[in-house]
């Protein structure tokens, strides 16, 4: 096929018309956890998470196990209350507004190229190599370079983690706008649409479950490399703080600072999920 | 039938060739026909025999490759959106949008003010008066379809291209869809171009039949069908139906086995 383009190379996350193959990347089963429905299921569900926390502190005081092998869930729960304030606050703000600003370029980036490989599809065949090349090479190794070249400010993470998400949300977008039904195209084309009024009215929110997913995956992607650069490069952060603390044998500091980064990952994936219910429910 | 003489779709000499990685498809070939005005016609053929490509030719989306095709004296290269609407065999209803907001996405692209009168009309016609609010998703097949035919024919064209509209739909569903069809045309005296499968739906339905045979696809035959109007659903069983419908059926098996195909 001489035609094989990005899309078909690429996982697809949704269920719209899975992919034979898989690629880079299947997180697939992300969009697709079943919600925890009702006071009764969602209270059987926390309880089983503190029953399982309470096994492991148990446990590890019964096998006496050190503090530098394997922090006690309690003194990280106190040490995230404790020292939220002086140890964590400053890191965990410079990790969010990294990742934040680094989506936003990486994200508009990637979906305006995806609206242009769609517009001009003659395109997709120089773009499209670049772009696997950047889903499948972890950003993080591209920090010592953005270091020499940016310094040691926030600019090489922000680039890094702008490179980790814009491709997947590229990806993502540019397959929801080519899968777009070719028969909805015609039937507006039939009524006298302009290319930008076939955009807004069929083809975007057609590919909106897709876009979202893309949105999805790339903020997951970014929160990945914002943290990883942080370990690497230096320089403040969530990251940063991970390699300190466990240099230090801080376990307790080093669980939490863990604990945090992980709530920051599943708060992304609860947001994008939200908004995949909320606004293209109609698909399923 | 009362249709008036002057030809509405004038089709000359029209060819269509695919290009393809393996080399070109000749998917009709010399069409010449016409369509008068009010006129019922449907298109019937073998699989792959070129009915689709031959409407999206008469719809302005595919131009020819060779000839030419007239609405009204006037040469088509363009939809024409104020005169020609088209149905598919999906239904082609928004999933995200309401029936309602389905039916007001034409003149949402035209920017023109919804006709309320003949939407309400055809609503009613349809069946579907209740349902505005409905997504698609909660209708059923049959009810999916007529609000794609309601949502064509909320623009009021003068040409209605239909490419298999029920043949997606359980065959109790297309008899009801069929007098639902009949029943509609009899009000707008739409000019109307019907691809089917079925050759029993196409002599119930048509003034006439162009029977197409395929590789490459040209006009076999034209059959007239004079059966009163309105007709009832148990004319299929009568026996001038039913010669109707072997002629046409051995044509069509005919053009298939004689092609080899
Ligand atoms: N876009 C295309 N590119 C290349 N060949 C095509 C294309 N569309 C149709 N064809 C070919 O043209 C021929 C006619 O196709 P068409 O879809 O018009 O047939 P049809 O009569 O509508 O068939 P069916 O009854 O199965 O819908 C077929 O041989 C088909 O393979
Ligand atoms: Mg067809």
Redesign the pocket.
């Known amino acids: 096929m001489a035609t094989d383009n990005l899309a078909e190379k690429i996982p697809d996350f949704n269920g719209v018309a899975p992919i034979q193959g898989g690629g880079p990347v299947d997180v697939s089963a992300l969009a697709s956890v079943r919600r925890a429905k009702g006071f009764k299921e969602i209270s059987k569900v926390l309880l089983l998470g503190i029953l399982v926390v309470t096994l492991l502190e148990f446990i590890l005081i019964w096998t006496k196990t050190p503090l530098y092998i394997f922090p006690r869930p309690t003194l990280v729960i106190k040490s995230l209350f404790h020292d939220f304030g002086p140890l964590y606050r400053q890191p965990l703000l410079q990790t969010v507004q990294e990742f934040f600003v680094g989506l936003a370029f990486g994200a508009s980036i990637g979906l305006a190229l995806a609206v242009l490989v769609t517009l001009k599809p003659g395109l997709d065949i120089f773009i499209s190599p670049y772009i696997i090349i950047m889903v499948t090479t972890p950003m993080i190794a591209l920090i010592p370079f953005l270091m020499l070249k940016f310094g040691f400010g926030m600019t090489p993470r922000v680039i890094a983690v702008a490179l980790a998400s814009g491709p997947m949300v590229m990806i993502n977008s540019a397959t929801g706008f080519r899968r777009t039904n070719a028969e909805l195209i015609a039937l507006g084309k039939s009524y006298g649409a302009t290319e930008f009024q076939l955009f807004r009215k069929i083809r975007f929110p057609f590919a909106l479950p897709m876009i979202i997913v893309g949105f999805m995956v790339g903020s997951i992607f970014g929160l990945l490399t914002a943290v990883g650069s942080e370990m690497v490069g230096g320089g403040g952060g969530l990251g940063n703080r991970l390699v300190y603390f466990s240099s230090l044998v801080r376990m307790a500091n080093f669980g939490a600072v863990l604990v945090i980064v992980a709530t920051f990952g599943v708060a992304l994936y609860s947001f994008f999920t939200f908004v995949n219910r909320k606004y293209a429910s109609w698909q399923v | 039938m009362t249709q008036g003489t002057k030809s509405r779709i004038d089709i000359k000499n029209v060819s269509?060739i695919?290009?393809?990685g393996s080399g070109t498809?000749?998917?009709?070939k010399n069409f010449t026909e016409s369509v008068k005005d009010g006129e019922f016609v449907c298109v019937v053929?073998?699989?792959?025999?070129?009915?689709?490509?031959?409407?999206?030719c008469l719809s302005g989306l595919?131009p020819s490759t060779l000839g030419t095709v007239e609405i009204d004296g006037e040469i088509l290269n363009a939809p024409m959106p104020g005169k020609i609407g088209m149905v598919f065999?999906d239904s082609n209803l928004l999933p995200w949008r309401t029936l309602m907001e389905n039916i007001e996405l034409p003149f949402q692209i035209k920017k023109k003010p919804i006709n309320h009168e003949l939407v309400e009309e055809l609503l009613e016609v349809a069946g579907l008066k209740g349902f505005e609010n409905s997504y698609p998703g909660e209708l059923s097949g049959g009810m999916k379809q007529r609000g794609s035919i309601v949502r064509a024919l909320a623009q009021d064209p003068e040409v209605l291209l239909m490419?298999?509209p029920f043949g997606a739909l359980d065959a109790f569903t297309r008899e009801e869809m069929n007098l639902f069809l009949l029943k509609v045309w009899a009000k707008t005296k739409k000019t109307i171009v019907f691809?089917t499968?079925s050759i029993s739906e196409a002599i119930f339905l048509g003034d006439r039949i162009w029977v197409?045979s395929?590789?490459p696809?040209r006009l076999a035959r034209v059959v007239d069908v004079d059966f009163a109007r309105p007709r009832h659903i148990d004319l299929q069983f009568e026996p001038d139906f039913i010669s109707i419908l072997k002629e046409i059926r051995t044509e069509v098996e005919g053009s298939k086995a004689g092609k080899g195909n």
């Open positions: 269509k695919y290009k393809t498809v000749e998917a009709v053929g073998a699989s792959g025999c070129g009915k689709t490509t031959l409407l999206w595919h065999q490419d298999e691809v499968h197409m395929p590789r696809g």
